[in-house]
């Protein structure tokens, strides 16, 4: 694992979107799976205006949706597609026959996952993941509990993750119950992944995820396993854990 702590999430978000770059430079048919929420947003500003400056081009790569709400049409306006849309998708080049999208509106979970995965079979499988870490410790939305074996499944969100994706839509009521997810054992078959972690109120979570025991009970404490792990951290939410490379 390579940990890289900088200094604010300025600094984390252009550090994020370099890395990125790079990637795609080095592999332009990536097949990507990119979170949402609110660390990235810095990273994807960052990559919409190196795409505008012709700096990196997506249109090669593959795009496959990490997670979603479930049980919700897709027009809805808590779609974390249509988030992922709004903020990287709608602009910049990645043609729209490259995309995987979850089906929100499903009336077959299990034959909609079952599709998802097999898209992602059929790509070949996941080469860049950039993951953000929950305040419970989930990854997507792999609550805790989750088995690493985890397949690709709806699940049912946990208090303290309604409570969290509150800040986005409102208020507790307006978030949708139920979440579709890339499985935990799809996640840990990426052959690279970056997790951004930012802000004060992650400091706990960041330190039992990489200086406690790996369990269920923190889906994130997987990622002490994981091949190619790169962690971009800011100060804030880094307490006293200091730069070092392993
Ligand atoms: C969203 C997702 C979630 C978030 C996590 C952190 O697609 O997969 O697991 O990455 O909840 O969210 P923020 O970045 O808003 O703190």
Partial sequence: MKLIVT???????TRAAGLVIEHIQQYPSSVLVLATGNTPLGMFARLVNAY????????????????????????????????LAAEFINQVDIPAENIVRFNTASTDAKEECARVEQAI???????????????????????PGSDFESATRVITLSAASIKSSAQYWGKEEDVPRQG???GLKILSAARHTLLLVGGKQK????NSTFQGPVTNSIPATILQQQQNLTVIVDKAAAGNISTRSA
């Fill in 52 to 83: 505008r400056r012709g700096e990196v081009s997506f249109h090669n790569c593959s795009l496959v949706e990490l997670d979603d709400y479930f049980n919700i049409s897709l027009d809805d306006r808590r779609s974390l597609y249509k988030w």
């Fill in 7 to 13: 200094k604010d999430y300025e600094a984390l978000s």
């Fill in 203 to 206: 400091t706990q979570i960041f």
């Fill in 121 to 143: 079979a059929n790509l070949g499988g996941i080469d860049l993941l950039v993951l953000g870490l929950g305040p419970n410790g989930h990854l997507g939305f792999n609550e």
């Fill in 180 to 182: 579709i997810t890339l």
